[in-house]
């Protein structure tokens, strides 16, 4: 059983902080890409950032200079720090994992959604 929960969202003024985090667990052989994805109400998901295994980074163009994500792949975990919070970024914040667990005695590969974490930022 794998399983992949955020935690760390909240209420912030425009121009605050907020730190997410994602811990991946299970019986997990190898982690590839995890990322951060958010949806607004009455707006279609959309990636935030990504970051591959070997500490590659991608963003969307609304978030560059502002969010940063790392992970420590030690620990299963990847985190997002977004500063300078505009109330446009709120919405719920999912984490995924794209990971190689044991299954069945064998292995298997797959991509892991975190049940999502609210933000909110207020004018």
């Known amino acids: 059983q794998v399983q992949v929960v955020e935690s760390g969202g909240g209420l912030v003024q425009a121009g605050g902080s907020l730190r997410l985090s994602c811990a991946a667990s299970?019986?997990?052989?190898?982690?590839?890409?995890m990322g951060w994805h958010r949806q607004a109400p009455g707006k279609q998901r959309e990636l935030v950032a990504a970051i591959t295994s070997g500490g590659s980074t991608d963003y969307a163009d609304s978030v560059k200079g502002r969010f940063t994500i790392t992970r420590d792949s030690a620990k299963s975990t990847v985190y997002l720090q977004m500063n300078r919070l505009k109330p446009e970024d709120t919405a719920v914040y999912y984490c995924?994992?794209?990971?190689?667990?044991?299954?069945?005695?064998?292995?298997?590969?797959?991509?892991?959604w975190g049940q999502g974490t609210q933000v909110t930022v207020s004018s």
């Open positions: 299970g019986s997990i052989f190898r982690i590839n890409d």
């Open positions: 995924n994992a794209d990971l190689t667990h044991y299954k069945g005695g064998g292995s298997y590969t797959g991509n892991y």
